[in-house]
């Protein structure tokens, strides 16, 4: 009989290739997406329009046999709109909760940066602790409870920067990019035949989903990975041109990753090696620079890297 950890690996191998079938990219963004599920994170793809985020969304959900909802953020969009809203019903005299579509799952929040600051918000708490607090209760999501989101580049018209402390949420940030002529003309024809996502079939359910998630958790995690990992993550406090580091939710996201990367590639315990694949898009898009730093052309991946090179790497 095979090992938890075995199977787990198995189902996320099925799960890549379907994804592999509809999402034709040399971009790690696939590996990376299937690592934050099974770390329990969450994903946000900011890429232009056009480079295949929203299809990526949309084949992952397809591939795990779980519910799955659809925001599609705008400037009227309300807090109401995503977690729900109580409704006085006639025939019983009382309110009556109706779920919005956050109680689910798999959530895309597409676009999420076209949102107003305060509806981005709502799902702060969410994100962070499973649950979302309405009319004076704790109503509890869903779990496993994954969302990914995509957005625009900020100089894109229309769309509002993201708040800190929802930037903190997620996990890891990364983009799809553009394919190579080759890959383009590989997408033109998946398409000559109809949508590539309809002839995707879901390949795991919900309890293979939750396996997944303790396998990668119990993948071993030695004091010098984790030392390492929380000097980086305190350097990005004290490095020259930085106004706001990292968080201690930062240094648990980029421990997770490691955990779930190390099961992606069929090993027991994390590496250096996993640590320093997701540093840049685990950390970077939670520091703030200062202003000189900014106007002088700097970038929070680059000093990311600038850390990585200035810190020793465990034996």
């Not at 040399?26 to 295949?52: K, M, N």
């Not at 409704?87 to 109680?103: C, D, K, L, S, Y």
């Not at 997620?170 to 109809?194: K, N, P, Q, R, V």
């Amino acid at each position: 009989m095979m090992s938890t950890h075995v199977q787990a690996y198995d189902c996320l191998e099925q799960v890549r290739e379907n994804l592999v079938r509809v999402i034709r990219t040399p971009s790690p963004a696939i590996r990376w997406l299937l690592a934050a599920f099974a770390s329990g994170g969450h994903v946000l793809l900011e890429d232009v329009p056009g480079t295949g985020k929203t299809t990526l969304a949309k084949a992952f959900a397809r591939s795990i046999g779980m519910e799955f909802k659809r925001i599609q953020f705008t400037p009227d969009l309300l807090p109401t709109d995503i977690l729900g809203v109580s409704i006085f019903n006639q025939e019983t005299r009382r309110f009556e909760f109706r779920e919005g579509p956050v109680f689910a799952r798999i959530v895309l929040a597409d676009e999420i940066n076209r949102a107003s600051p305060r509806t981005q918000s709502a799902l702060l708490e969410a994100m962070a602790e499973q649950q979302v607090s309405i009319d004076g209760l704790i109503r509890p999501l869903p779990a496993p409870f994954f969302v990914i989101a995509t957005q625009n580049p900020a100089l894109f018209h229309g769309v509002y920067p993201l708040p800190e402390a929802q930037l903190d949420r997620f996990a890891l940030c990364c983009s799809l990019g553009y394919g190579s002529e080759e890959m383009e003309l590989a997408i033109l024809s998946d398409h000559l035949t109809g949508q590539p996502l309809d002839r995707i079939q879901p390949r795991i359910g919900l309890d293979e989903a939750r396996m997944i998630q303790e396998a990668s958790r119990a993948i071993r995690v030695g004091e010098e990975i984790k030392r390492y990992i929380v000097t980086l993550t305190a350097k990005t406090r004290t490095w020259p041109g930085v106004r706001l580091g990292a968080s201690s939710r930062g240094a648990i996201a980029l421990m997770k990753m490691a955990q779930a990367l190390a099961l992606l590639d069929n090993l027991p315990f994390v590496t250096p090696e996993p640590v320093r694949e997701v540093a840049v898009n685990v950390l970077a898009h939670r520091l703030m620079l200062d202003d000189e730093a900014r106007f002088s052309g700097a970038s929070a991946a680059r000093i990311i890297a600038d850390i990585l090179e200035d810190t020793p790497v465990p034996a």
